[in-house]
């Protein structure tokens, strides 16, 4: 039997463990825990904080192996407590962006403290040890076995999904103007200042004099004043009043803002699976999309894919999605095809199978670890008791 750890929270890692429960019909426990270590980034080894995470930590622990069977933890981040855990565990990554910024490779987020590598540390000794891992695209697949040595057969590639029901065409437009829209976070890893620049040059050009660019989305977590660094550079591209920003919205609001917008565009330069390109697929929005990642796997044939660090092709793209009909035509037709593709229920029906086969698994390993030595002293003794000849 296989225990769905469900995670209380607004983010995306949250978003995929609720989803997963509200079409999976197994064991459930819900938890607050991941969002609560979310919102202690960066803080000292030593704080009042930190020190009572601990306790807390302590408890979560106890109470995961108090469980029966196996217990399916939604995110790579619960691998620190899967590292002490007696029972077997599958465990889902999501992506290597904090594993990159802990080891020194890049800078995706922000370079942890020493409270923080410490906890990294756990959640990737974790993901070593769990029996299996489900991975949300092929591109975090190669990561784990090329910087994690995690052999190929231990993982299993499930991809995530949108909620078509939420996301689909909203004709009622958020804002009287043409805009460009970006969806996410402010971190170096979604380039946004590159967007910036490549708004700033279309800015040049009379014929998009009245466009804007709205961004949906909070800035990112504590760590870095990540607001702070695209208002200095909105100011150094004189973009002051052209950059719209909406802080986090509902989902109805979400869908028409994509249904609405001149072009979705994400030049994100990594991304575990990336959700914004397909759920503005699903509400008939034209995406450009950096071409690096998981992205070519997930937005396929229905987005025109970029070089992200390459201005020059990011703005050549936005203006021939911006003036081609016919482009725009068939970006919002292929969306539309590629966005059916991913489904919840169809995520769910794949993890459920990876449940039976872990149970399978576990159960022959079970049955031949009882019946081995049983057979041998069975055999040994037949031996034993075989007449000498003559």
Known sequence: MVTLGVTIGKGSQDLYSQKLAENLDVPKICTDIYQKSCELFNISLLSKASVETVWRDFHFIRMLNRLNGVVHLPNQHLGRYGFFLRLPYIITVHDL???????????????????????????????????????????????????????????????????????????????????????????????????LKAFGRLKQEGDFRDLKLVKVGKAGGQEVDFRKETLLAIETLNLRNEVIFTERVSNEELAAYYSNAECFVFPSLYEGFGFPPLEAMSCGCPVISSSVSSLPEVVGEAALQVNAHDIDELVKAIQETLTNKNLRRKLTQEGFKQARKFSWEHAAQETLQLYQEVEERLKNYRTKKYFAPLAFAFLWGGRAAKPKEG
């Open 97 to 195: 962006i904090r594993y990159f910024d802990f080891k020194g490779y890049d800078v995706l987020i922000h370079r942890p403290n020493f409270r923080d590598r410490l906890y990294l540390s756990l959640d990737y000794q974790g993901v070593k040890k769990a029996i299996k891992i489900i991975a949300v695209s092929y591109a975090t697949k190669r990561d784990l076995v090329r910087y994690l040595g995690i052999p190929e057969e231990r993982i299993a590639v499930i991809h995530e999904a949108i909620d078509r029901k939420i996301f689909k065409l909203i004709r009622q437009r958020p804002a009287p103007y043409p805009y460009i829209l970006y969806v996410g976070a402010e971190h170096p890893r979604k380039n946004f200042n590159n967007l």
